[in-house]
Each structure stands twice: as structure tokens, then as C-alpha cells.
């Protein structure tokens, strides 16, 4: 096993390498540069210029690129043009934040859509089926910021009961914390919740047709126990699957939710630095998500080994 | 025996001399001291009645300040911040006219040199003095490349050295005799605020500022919000009367009337107009406050079929302000012939071609094209920006000329219409300081930072030199006019409309007055119902 994942480990490198490339051209494609967004329409043109020349943006790409990768190779990540402060310290304090809510978003997906999943699979056809097909339609056809505008509207200006603006941090004070989670987290679970739904319902559907299911009902257990005990858990490995994946679609919706909600989070800081073309700290911030996605990815598969026994690495 | 004549007379002859060198000394002293004596700085105003005092002031803007350094910042978003916390030499009273800040008193020594005597009581955030040293080091600052200063141009062409013959006295030589120099100093931010070094040499200038001002930095919650403290040794003692002031930042108009209504802050701006009867109740007030900002439509005068004048006027035929304001401010804002305020120093009225479908129809046939054309208007992609560039485009499309509108992302717009100027029709606003020759000369003068049109007319230039040499006001608002009735009728821009901000409060809020020059002294803001209180 610890083979195994020193290998995986060794391989997030090329795959780091490649993203950066992307990453790099990507964002250089894009017209405009910080230093002419950051006089916006007061340019000063020999600043302009001497600035330009100084952070080295009249240098061919290539040459700007190597230079990047040589500084991170060193621990570098550079200082945001726009903020003036070293990136990885940036980064580190918007981590957080985004870390609870994309934490929270998954267990408000997983325990809305196992539930449905197992209620909708155990009976097909009827009502609770056609409700659950509905509510995975919802969530996976609803866009992220109108839902969040619909969550505001009903439990912040008519309820008055949760807050929608802003974090408060666990050391502060946990009621504050968790009701400025609750919309945003709860948003973005629902979002979520619809595709794990959709699979889990799936796999379960398949496994309560499994012969190993008959035999166990045979033996005059429980609907309950039948359900929760030995089909979900034949169930995992898609539903393991589908949460890694949604990771990366966690990241990429936290960024809008982060904008409706006043979130001080990671998504929030790079589409800021998107607007201001803060080159080094896109580079560095989509890196980090890069590393952190490829990250999950090997805990899910490191996680397979022990949901399933009958998967082995060497 | 009695002294003989001689000796009296010599002693008389050197009596009188003793008695007019005396003199002569006694009137040189006098003299000397009367050139070198400045009175000291008139006495500041009594305190103020305690029961002003205390509680936290929490206002809402629109974004979040991506630096708070007030010699870089271009965004109002940071500036309404930083106002707070650095003041510049001059700033601009409610009435448009150049009133005192860190300076006193100013006087124009000769046409190249002006004196600036600085209060003696000014301390900067961290306790330490500021003198005449401190506004040297400021402005060599501005005028470094390095910092990034919008500035820096205007720096750079004009000061050609400053001297601090004392602690308290500044002197700019010019290259040139400007009479924009105190607008420029005045303007709203402070872009030539007076920073302090260590703070600058820290590198902290942008994230943990230290300035002057009533309030001073406490805390920066990216993405939440900022707050300031009162500074309690701020030269205007007894000011200021709020203990805490704290900025939230809400993107959205009508998020920020919740909050307000809410309580959650005790001040908004800027709110949208269809917002305005949610913000006019017994307990929440606001104002409709007309500031120098507006709109426009330019074409660029390099590209066909623009380089043909009749085109354009026909372009400026085409428009009917007086609609714009209508569907997009429901009457709110002012339509325009300039950029020029009538509050602004030096207006005086013009008159841009008139709204005449007619002739533009005419005057595209004798250009050649009596089916119109098609092209691409690109927009500023923000909502008010937008709706003003589908209303243009919808009545350029009566006379024939369609244009399909296209809204950039923002720093892609200033690539396209500021610096590459790659652009064929443009939308665009912008807002600026009381000072006519920064406002006329950005659009008109051969490569003005803001000339999107590629404008360019020796005869214009050479009166923007001749006025920005004037110090005679009825001198230069008679350049500034000849200037604009040679331009208008050419047609590189046309200028759509003054809209105004509006600000909104609560009523129990004293002392809040918005100006016109878009700044918000917080200051002199309080309120016995702000929290902590």
C-alpha cells in the first residue's frame, strides 16, 4: 500500500507540471495585463511602461514562464501584484474558509442524497420515486447563484432566522459559525446532492437486484437492515467515486457562491485576481487547486482499498 | 570751563550718527522680521458638545479596495476608505473652491513658484510629527515611476523641484507656470495624499496604511470588511466623533438597501434609482447628489469611416440625450453638452451638434453612405454603462447605423479602447475632480490619457498650453471655452449625460453632508443611535 501511494505521489508532479502549462497559457491568452488594470482609465503611459519592464511583462513567454516555475521549484510563489503580499500566505488565510464550506457542502450533499437515494431505490415507481427524480432534476439543472438568491429571500429577509453575508470563524463563536455555514453550505450540498443522488440511486437500484440481497431477505431480516446494512455499503465505492470527482466541481461552484454570499473565501480571492489580471496569484492559486484536487483524488483511492476488500494495491 | 563749539558740534555729529544707525538697525530688524514672520496657524474650532461622541459608524460600498494606498489607488472603492485616513496639502470645499487641509495658507511667490505653509500640529498615525520633509518625500514619491502613480505623468511635467526652506514650509518650483497645480492638489482621494515613509519602506503602505487623517487603520477582513479607528491626536481636535468606522463591502444595490433598512449598516452608495422610494421613509433619508461624473459615445477618429467629420456629426445628430436620461436615470440625471460641470471651475455653457435625426440621415448620404452601416460598439461592461450604450445604439440604428454592442470583460475593455485603441465605437464614463484643464485636455489634447478618439488638433494644444499657463480665472474659462467650440462641432465625442450618486442614511445621522467631488467626510458624522452607544 505505502508503494502505492508514494507512486501516486510521485506522479501529481508531471501532472502539476502539465497543469501549470495550461494554467500559464490560459491566463497569458487573456487581453489586458495588472499593470494597465491597475490604473483602469487613469493611465500614466510611462509608468505604465516602466512598471511593465520591471516586473518583466515585455519579456517573451517563455522566459516569464520558466522564470514562475523556477521561483515555485524554490518555494516562491511570488507576491500579488494587486495586494503586494507573498501569495501563499494569501492563500493560506482563504483556505480556511473555503475548506468549512466545501466540508459542509458534502455532508449536507451525502446526508440529503444516501437517504433519497435508498427511500427512492427501495421503491421504485411510487410517489417517494417520482419526488426524488424531481429533486436530482433541481439540483442538477438549477443554476448555483439562483438558488443561493432563493435560500436569501426565504430564510434571511422573510424568516429573518440565518444570516446570508459574511464568515465568522469557529474560534469565535460555533453558533455564529454555523449560521453564516448554513446558507452557502447548504446551497452549494443541494447542488451537489443532485448527482450523487442520480448515482447512488443507480448502483442501488442494481444491487437490491443482486442475488446475495434475495438471500438475505430470505432470511427474514429487516427491510431496514437490508437496505442500510448490506446494500449501501455494496453501494460506496460509486458514491466514494462521484464525491471525489465532485471535489473539483465543489472548487469551481464554491467560487459563485462565494460571490453571492459575501464568503471570504479562496474562489472569491481568484476571481478578483482574475478581474485585476493578478498574474502570480492566479498562477499560484490555481496550482494550489490543482495540487489539493489530485490530493482528494488519491484519498479516494487510497479510501477504495478499505470500503472494498477485494480491491488490493501493490 | 564750558566745551568748546567744536567738541559739542562733534558730539552732536556723532550723536546723530549713533542715533541713525540706531534706527537703521532698529527698522532693519523690524523689516527682516516682517518678511520672515508668518502668524502662526489661526486657532482651531472649540470642542464639540460630548453628546456627539462614541459608537461604531458602519457604512456599505460597492467593492472591495484592492489596496489602500491613496497614491495608487484609481478605484472609488478604495478611496472612500483612504479619504479617511490621509489628507493632501489642499482639498475642495462644498462650494467647489479650493479650501485648506494640511496646508494653511499658500501663496503663488512667482508665476513658477508656489509656498505652501504646513499646520504645525499634523501627526501621522504612529505618533510621529509630520513636517515638510514628509510632503517632499510624498510627492518625490508620486513622481517615481516605480510607485504607479496615475499621477505620475502630470508630476513629472510639471514640478520641477521642491524645496523645504523650514519644517513647516514647502516650495514647488514649476517647469512651468500651471494654474491646474491647486485643483490637482485638491482633488478628491487623496491621489497627493501625504504618506508616511516608514510605513511606505515597510511595504505595508498598501495593506496597513498610516496617514493623517480622522481615523486611522485597525483592521482589513479580506472579503468582509475594514475598519478604522478615531485617531485620538488627529490636528482637528475633537474630531472625530465616531470611536470606530467600519466599511462592509455588497456588490449588489439592493442587498445594500436590505442592510440598510436592517440597520446592519447606518449609511449606503450608491443605490439605484428604481431603489430610491425603499430609501425614503420616516426612519431611512437619502440624496440625489450631482457629482461630476458622465457618459459618453467617441468614435475612433483613425478608423473609417470616422476620419470623415461628416460621420461623426451625424453620430452626434443621432443621439437624443435627453432620452438617455429618461430610460436609463428616470429623469435623474442631467443630459450634457461637456464634461465640464456648471459647478465646476471655469464652465462656461456650450452647445454640441443638436438632436437631429433629419440631418444625421442627410449627412450619412453626403458621406456616402445613405443605407447607414454596420459596426461594433464596445461597452464598459457595467449595468449603467450598458443600458446607456443599448440606448445609443437603438437610436444610431433610426438613422441606418447598426451597431452590434459588445461588453468586454473590464481589463480586456481597456486594452481594446484606452491603450491599443483597437476599438471603432466606444461607450464609456468616467468621473473626475473640479479641475477643468485635467478634464478637458485628458479627451482633447494630442495623446491625453483618456483621448480614445486619437483627437488631435494643433490649435486645440496650443490654447491647453497657453490656459494651463493663465492664472487668471476669466482668462482661462474663456480658453477652456474657445477650446470646446472648436472641438464640439468636430465630434470625436459625444457626451451623453451627468448622472448623479445617491446616497442613503438613516435620519438620526448629523452632520453628513455627500459633495460633489464624490467625498464622504465621516469625521463630523454622528448619531446618538450608532451601536456601542
Redesign the interface.
Known amino acids: 500500500m505505502m508503494g502505492y501511494i508514494v507512486k501516486r505521489l510521485l506522479t501529481i508532479i508531471p501532472t502539476l507540471v502539465g497543469a501549470s502549462i495550461v494554467i500559464f497559457s490560459l491566463i497569458h491568452i ?4 495588472p ?14 511602461e ?2 511593465r519592464h ?1 516586473y518583466g511583462f515585455d519579456r517573451p513567454l517563455y522566459v516569464q514562464y520558466f522564470d514562475w516555475v523556477w521561483n515555485i521549484l524554490q518555494g516562491n510563489f511570488g507576491n500579488s501584484i ?4 507573498p501569495i501563499l500566505g ?1 492563500i493560506m ?2 483556505m480556511p ?1 473555503t475548506l468549512w464550506l466545501i466540508v459542509f457542502a458534502m455532508i449536507v450533499s451525502l446526508s440529503v442524497s444516501i437517504p433519497i437515494s435508498v427511500l427512492t431505490a427501495s421503491r421504485p415507481g411510487s410517489m417517494t420515486d417520482h419526488a426524488g427524480t424531481m429533486f436530482v432534476l433541481i439540483g442538477i439543472s438549477a443554476p448555483s447563484f439562483w438558488l443561493g438568491l432563493m435560500l436569501i429571500m426565504v430564510f434571511t ?1 422573510y424568516l429573518r432566522v440565518l444570516p ?4 465568522v470563524g469557529p474560534m469565535e463563536s460555533i453558533p455564529e459559525f454555523l449560521a453564516h455555514l448554513a446558507l452557502p453550505s447548504i446551497t452549494l450540498g443541494l447542488l451537489m446532492g443532485g448527482t450523487v443522488t442520480r448515482i447512488a440511486k443507480s448502483t442501488m437500484v442494481e444491487v437490491l437486484r443482486a442475488e446475495y440481497i434475495k438471500f438475505v431477505r430470505s432470511k427474514g431480516v429487516s427491510e431496514k437492515i437490508v437496505l442500510y446494512k448490506h446494500a449501501l455499503k455494496n453501494t460506496l465505492i460509486p458514491i466514494v467515486t462521484i464525491v471525489g470527482l465532485q471535489t473539483g466541481y465543489l472548487l469551481a461552484g464554491s467560487v459563485v457562491i ?1 460571490q453571492v454570499f ?4 479562496m474562489g ?2 481568484l476571481l ?1 485576481a482574475i ?3 493578478d498574474y502570480f496569484l492566479i498562477q499560484g492559486g490555481l496550482l494550489f487547486y490543482c495540487a489539493l484536487f489530485m490530493l482528494v483524488n488519491l484519498a479516494t483511492d487510497i479510501l477504495y482499498a478499505y470500503v472494498d476488500p477485494r480491491i488490493r494495491y501493490e | 570751563m564750558a566745551e568748546s563749539r567744536t567738541v559739542v558740534q562733534t558730539r552732536r555729529k556723532y550723536l546723530k550718527y549713533i542715533g541713525s544707525a540706531a534706527a537703521g538697525v532698529v527698522v532693519g530688524a523690524l523689516g527682516t522680521y516682517g518678511a520672515i514672520y508668518r502668524p502662526p496657524p489661526p486657532p482651531v474650532v472649540a470642542p464639540r458638545p460630548l453628546e456627539r461622541y462614541g459608537g461604531i459608524l458602519k457604512v456599505v460600498v460597492d467593492g472591495e479596495a484592492p489596496e489602500l494606498d491613496p497614491q495608487v489607488s484609481t478605484l472609488f472603492i478604495a478611496q472612500w476608505v483612504e479619504e479617511e485616513m490621509f489628507e493632501g496639502l489642499v482639498k475642495f470645499g462644498l462650494d467647489m473652491t479650493i479650501a485648506p487641509a494640511l496646508a494653511w495658507r499658500w501663496q503663488r511667490i512667482d508665476p513658477k513658484t508656489f509656498e505652501f505653509y504646513l499646520r504645525d500640529n499634523v501627526k501621522f498615525h504612529n505618533g510621529r510629527k509630520m513636517t515638510s520633509a514628509d510632503v517632499k518625500y510624498s510627492f518625490e514619491r508620486i513622481k517615481d515611476p516605480a510607485t504607479g502613480s496615475p499621477q505620475n505623468h502630470f508630476f513629472q511635467a510639471t514640478i520641477d523641484s521642491i524645496d523645504t526652506p523650514d519644517d513647516y514650509t514647502v516650495r514647488l518650483n514649476l517647469k512651468a507656470p500651471t494654474a491646474s497645480l491647486l485643483g490637482y492638489l485638491g482633488t478628491w482621494g487623496p491621489p497627493f495624499a501625504i504618506v508616511c515613509k516608514e510605513n511606505v519602506e515597510a511595504g505595508e503602505s498598501k495593506t496597513k496604511p498610516i496617514g493623517t487623517g480622522p481615523f486611522k487603520f485597525k483592521e482589513w477582513v479580506k472579503g468582509d470588511h475594514i475598519t478604522l479607528t478615531g485617531f485620538k491626536d488627529y490636528w482637528d481636535p475633537g474630531l472625530p466623533y465616531a470611536d470606530e468606522l467600519r466599511f462592509d463591502f455588497q456588490g449588489e444595490s439592493s442587498v445594500m438597501v436590505s442592510m440598510l433598512k436592517a440597520r446592519t449598516v447606518d449609511q449606503a452608495s450608491p443605490i439605484f434609482p428604481t431603489d430610491i422610494p425603499a430609501v425614503d421613509t420616516s426612519e431611512v433619508t437619502n440624496k440625489v447628489q450631482p457629482i461630476s461624473g458622465y457618459h459618453w459615445i467617441c468614435v475612433n477618429t483613425k478608423v473609417k469611416p470616422y476620419d470623415d467629420v461628416r460621420v461623426r456629426q451625424a453620430i452626434a445628430h443621432a443621439i437624443d440625450k435627453t432620452e438617455v436620461t429618461q430610460l436609463v436615470w428616470y429623469g435623474l440625471a442631467r443630459p450634457i453638452d461637456s464634461p465640464l460641470m456648471y459647478f465646476e471651475p471655469c464652465y462656461s455653457p456650450v452647445k454640441a451638434p443638436e438632436y437631429d435625426p433629419q440631418k444625421a440621415k442627410e449627412l450619412l448620404a453626403e458621406a456616402g453612405y445613405p443605407d447607414g452601416f454596420s459596426d461594433t460598439l464596445t461597452a464598459v461592461p457595467i449595468t449603467e454603462d450598458t443600458k446607456v450604450a443599448t440606448v445609443a445604439a437603438a437610436q444610431l440604428e433610426r438613422v441606418g447605423i447598426r451597431l452590434k454592442i459588445e461588453t468586454p470583460e473590464l481589463s480586456t475593455y481597456v486594452k481594446i479602447a484606452i491603450i491599443d485603441k483597437t476599438f471603432h465605437v466606444a461607450q464609456c464614463g468616467n468621473t473626475d475632480p473640479p479641475e477643468p484643464d485635467y478634464i478637458l485636455s485628458k479627451f482633447y489634447e494630442t495623446g491625453g490619457s483618456l483621448n480614445m478618439a486619437n483627437y488631435s488638433n494643433p490649435e486645440v494644444d496650443g490654447l491647453f498650453k497657453q490656459a494651463r499657463e493663465e492664472y487668471d480665472d476669466v482668462k482661462r474659462t474663456d480658453l477652456y471655452r474657445r477650446i470646446q467650440e472648436i472641438v464640439l462641432p468636430d465630434a470625436p465625442y459625444v457626451w451623453l449625460e451627468n448622472p448623479p450618486r445617491i446616497y442613503a442614511w438613516w435620519r438620526d445621522l448629523q452632520g453628513y453632508t455627500p459633495h460633489s467631488d464624490l467625498s464622504q467626510c465621516f469625521s463630523t458624522v454622528w448619531s446618538p443611535k450608532l451601536e456601542g452607544r
Do not use: H, N, V
Open positions: 487573456l487581453p489586458g495585463d499593470i494597465i488594470t491597475m490604473f483602469g482609465k487613469q493611465p500614466s503611459f510611462e509608468a505604465i516602466y512598471l520591471q494587486r495586494y503586494g503580499s494569501l488565510e482563504r474558509a429577509l446570508c453575508y459574511g464568515f462565494e459575501g464568503w471570504p473565501g472569491r480571492l478578483q478581474y485585476t489580471r
